[in-house]
């Protein structure tokens, strides 16, 4: 016979390699302790004699099983008093429900059974959705907006409803705050919201609402956040978007014409400034040209009106000191000035009449020739 086949057979028992066969293990020796020491079982016959019909060791069997209670239980409290905090989380950690301190990331330390640690994420941004709410995510995301309108429809500042689809972004920012302060954050943050966007929209008329959509955002998270902040719930506002700012339903036609109306109404208009700065501009440049021309003509007709003055006083003056001189040097100016410019020339003399030339035409006369034979 071979030496392993005389071996015994608690020497060819080995460890448990996983945790499942060591609870595997264990609830076989629970059994057999029931059982009265695991002899029942492997097809072996019991030996005779008169132990054959005694009870098992029940006081035995209780302490095995306390005793590997009190392992297990060992192992709990050694495995429970060290826990790991994830990057981007914090822990807040309670002795007997008090808070005590936070935890940074990383692997922390714990009194058993005395400490709690609650594990709360910091670093991802939570989103609340108004209006309508997102069935599949993605690049192309769908979005089902039927049996929010309770959500959505609210009233303007001039009594007109609108349907307005929003999300509130948000971050943890005080676990503590978080943990301690306010029963439901999500929830508050759900209602909160709903209150200060109404509050916003109410305070404005219609197309104020339709036409900033960036003003209504930015008033929106600044409350919002002052309101949380009053509650001490921890949380910050990242970002306050309009999804969709549009009439209900029943009133869009209604709405599309009106809007056709004013936009032909501004149209209109702008014609109309168009040609008011085109026309205008141009009937103002020629009436203050036709002024400057006027005032111009004035001038010049004042002066030239003046140069004759002063120079028939200059005459007048010179005719005073020498008047036959005068007239004379006045007559032939004239005549120098009349006589190249005439045709025919007929001289006639007071006493005689007409003079018995021939040659009454002119032509070849020198007038200043012929003054002078006069004179």
């Known amino acids: 016979m071979a030496w392993d086949d005389q071996q015994p057979q608690w020497g060819k028992k080995k460890r448990p390699a996983t945790p499942e ?72 950690v309670t002795r007997f429900g008090k808070f005590v301190k936070l935890a940074n990331p990383g692997l922390n330390f714990k009194i058993p059974l005395i400490d709690a640690a609650i594990k709360v994420d910091v670093e991802n941004v939570r989103k609340q959705e108004f209006g309508f709410r997102t069935r599949i995510p993605g690049q192309k995301s769908v979005y089902e907006k ?81 309101v949380l902040e009053s509650f001490q719930s921890g949380v910050k506002i990242v970002t306050v978007k309009l999804q969709d700012v549009n009439p209900p339903d029943a009133v869009k036609p209604a709405f599309n014409e009106v809007n056709e109306a004013d936009q032909d109404m501004k149209r209109l208009v702008n014609e109309a400034e168009e040609t008011y700065n085109r026309v205008i501009p141009r009937a103002r440049g020629d009436a203050k040209k036709i002024l400057e021309e006027s005032h111009g003509y004035a001038v010049q007709r004042t002066n030239l009106a003046m140069g004759e003055t002063n120079r028939f006083l200059a005459v007048l003056k010179e005719y005073k000191r020498a008047k036959e001189v005068t007239r004379k040097r006045l007559f032939l100016e004239t005549m120098i000035d009349v006589l190249p410019r005439v045709t025919d020339i ?30």
């Open 21 to 92: 066969e060591f609870v595997a293990a264990l609830l076989k020796k629970i059994k057999d302790a029931f059982d009265g020491g695991g002899n029942s079982g492997g097809g072996q016959d019991k030996p005779p004699g008169p132990t054959q019909g005694t009870p098992p060791n029940l006081w035995g069997s209780l302490l095995k099983i306390g005793a590997i209670i009190g392992v297990i239980f060992l192992i709990q409290v050694i495995y429970s008093s060290f826990y790991t905090i994830e990057p981007g989380e914090r822990g807040v």
């Open 146 to 226: 039927r049996g929010y309108d309770h959500e959505s429809l609210m009233l303007t500042g001039d009594k007109n409803v609108i349907d307005v689809q929003w999300i509130v972004q948000y971050k943890i920012q005080d676990p503590f705050n978080f943990v301690f302060k306010v029963r439901n954050v999500d929830q508050s943050v759900r209602d909160v919201s709903e209150m200060v966007i109404r509050r916003v929209v109410g305070n404005h008329d219609f197309d104020y609402v339709l036409s900033n959509r960036e003003i209504i955002e930015a008033s929106t998270a600044r409350e919002l956040q002052s």
């Open 346 to 375: 007929y001289i006639i003399d007071n006493k005689q009449g007409v003079l018995p030339l021939l040659d009454l035409s002119g032509k070849g006369l020198d007038a200043s020739k012929l003054v002078k034979g006069k004179k």
